[in-house]
């Protein structure tokens, strides 16, 4: 089942929104000698793809996550990105952070226009997009607010419009609601997933909850302990997905639930390869 | 619990209150004593009439202002800009970090001698002083304020493609403005110290000079006129950077602790 799918989507997509080739990403460790956060991994992401990155704690999907973005460069292999090489972090990708991570000095609309004024929109043009994209993410109304003024869900909201707002190929989410109550985060992922379904951006989103990995994604990528890509597991669920509590409630979901949870249990024993160099 | 709140939302009363209070108990206390050893309200009270009348307290202020301004002025524009270098950059932190940490411990009176035989006994000698005073406190807590920017802010300004330049505007100076600030008011009381010092081991002259005058002529009530202004000096300032601060850093008072 999951085999056709994948088949259809290379058989139909043109080139790849994202193309990672053997990449690796070794830091320094505190006790000397090299740590290899991210091993070998390699995956295409289609243009419009959803593609939730799950795994244990410390598996290196935040690590691989910042290298999609350019934050971090990779110690070796191949990292593309609408069709080119990433090298720094540019316009075409944003990040939604785990925190938000607004700037507590400025409201809600300042904040959105934070990667405007860094692409050099005029003021002006700034306004009126950071209105729109606020209006999007359910935040008419709230622009003249500071982040201490608003919940940690609104938060979220404002993050998320300030990735929205420099209009990228490609979207990355870190763990954006993990830090959520239950009850909002489910409102967020409902409107995740029609804002991706209207706008059609490419996804990468990190996240441990399994729930919301298969609610939201077309796939899921796991990564093992050691650093390495395990699996990919496509989720045929139909969309539009316009009633998620329903999904929730299906058998094809705990199914792909449980086969997701399955994997992680297999992979626990699985160490880190250890690296030439010692201290 | 009404009490609280009538005096939660009047704060400026309590002040107002320890004082009248304060000045009563010494008015009191002071009252039959020898004026050569101590003195009262009313005597200095009649003091600062006849000081403002004479034109001599207005002339020692203007005097001190000079220096206290340029001093304090050139602390602001160097100390400022050098404690971003030292917080931003751990190149400069390790290469001159060591010099202020220093400075700020170093009894600056000491040099006094050597600072006559390079700067005269006048006008540049005093603003010497004043900055070096002050420039430690507004340097340290403008680098500490910039070491607590946390990491990911800066990253969210590399991520969204921001400059060096633009990162250093608008995310790190905004954050570390409160600690800043908190420079700015340790600073103002260093700098009017270091005014005092000077006109004390200078050129006698200004609020200092008046000060050792007066209390050279065993004039005690005349004494504490100027000691007075040095104190309101200290609050008026502090309490003009307090204001600035809620007007430009609102979101500071909402997220601490602190204050409330």
Redo the contacts between chains.
């Keep these: 089942m999951a085999v056709t799918a994948e088949d259809v989507r290379k058989g139909d997509a043109g080139a790849p929104m994202v193309r990672v080739r053997n990449v690796v990403k070794e830091f320094l460790a505190p006790e000397g000698g090299l740590f290899r956060a991210v091993d070998d991994v390699s995956f295409d992401i289609a243009p419009g793809e959803f593609v939730a990155l799950t795994g244990q704690s410390g598996c290196g999907k935040t690590t691989l996550l910042r290298m999609l ?1 350019g ?1 971090v460069p990779a110690s070796s292999g191949l990292l593309e990105a609408s069709g080119r090489a990433v090298k720094g ?3 075409k990708r ?2 939604v ?1 785990q ?1 938000a ?1 607004l ?3 400025r409201s809600a609309l300042a904040n959105v226009e ?2 405007l ?3 050099g929109v005029p003021r002006d043009e700034r306004r009126r997009i950071a209105r729109q994209c606020l209006a999007l993410v359910g935040l008419a109304g709230a622009e003249l607010r ?4 608003l919940s940690g869900g609104m938060r979220q909201r404002v993050g998320l419009a ?1 990735a929205l707002a ?1 209009d990228p190929d490609l979207l990355l989410m870190d763990e954006p609601f993990g830090a959520l109550d239950a009850h909002t985060r489910e409102g967020l992922q409902d409107e995740l997933i029609h804002l991706h379904e209207e706008m059609k951006k490419t996804v990468v989103f990190v996240t441990h909850d399994l729930d919301e990995a298969v609610l939201l994604a077309d796939r899921v990528l796991i990564m093992s302990p050691a650093g390495r890509m395990a699996e990919m597991i496509d989720i045929p669920i139909p969309r539009r997905r316009s009633d998620p509590e329903r999904i929730r409630a299906t058998p094809q979901f705990a199914e792909l639930r449980y086969h997701i949870w399955q994997t992680m249990k297999r992979l626990e024993s699985e160490t880190r390869r250890p690296v030439g160099a010692t201290a | 619990m009404s009490i609280v709140a009538f005096f939660k939302r009047r704060r400026w009363l309590l002040a107002i209150l320890s004082f009248v209070l304060l000045m009563v108990i010494w008015e009191i206390g002071g009252r039959g004593g020898n004026p050569l050893l101590t003195s009262h309200p009313s005597a200095v009270y009649a003091a600062l009439v006849k000081q403002v009348q004479s034109g001599a307290l207005l002339n020692a202020f203007v005097q001190s202002l000079q220096p206290l301004a340029l001093g304090y002025g050139f602390a602001v524009v160097v100390g400022i800009p050098l404690g971003l270098l030292l917080g931003r950059y751990w190149a400069a932190e390790a290469g001159f970090g060591f010099y202020f940490v220093g400075l700020d411990a170093t009894p600056l009176v000491a040099f006094l001698p050597v600072f006559i035989l390079w700067f005269g006994l006048h006008l540049t000698v005093k603003v010497v002083i004043v900055f070096l005073f002050s420039l430690t406190p507004i340097v340290i807590n403008t680098w500490i304020g910039v070491k607590g920017v946390p990491r990911t802010l800066v990253e969210v300004g590399q991520a969204f493609v921001g400059s060096e330049s633009f990162i250093m505007r608008q995310i790190v100076l905004p954050y570390a403005l409160p600690s800043i600030i908190a420079g700015l008011r340790l600073g103002i009381g260093r700098a009017i110290i270091a005014m005092a010092v000077a006109e004390l081991f200078t050129a006698l002259s200004g609020l200092g000079g008046l000060l050792l005058k007066r209390s050279e002529d065993y004039d005690t009530a005349g004494m504490f006129v100027p000691a007075f202004v040095f104190m309101a000096m200290g609050i008026i300032a502090t309490g003009v950077l307090v204001w600035f601060e809620r007007r430009i850093a609102p979101w500071h008072k909402a997220t601490t602790a602190g204050n409330e």
Excluded: I, N
């Design positions: 973005l934050l972090c540019d316009h944003a990040m952070f925190q991570e700037l507590p000095w934070l990667g004024e860094t692409k500071r982040p201490d003024q300030r420099v």
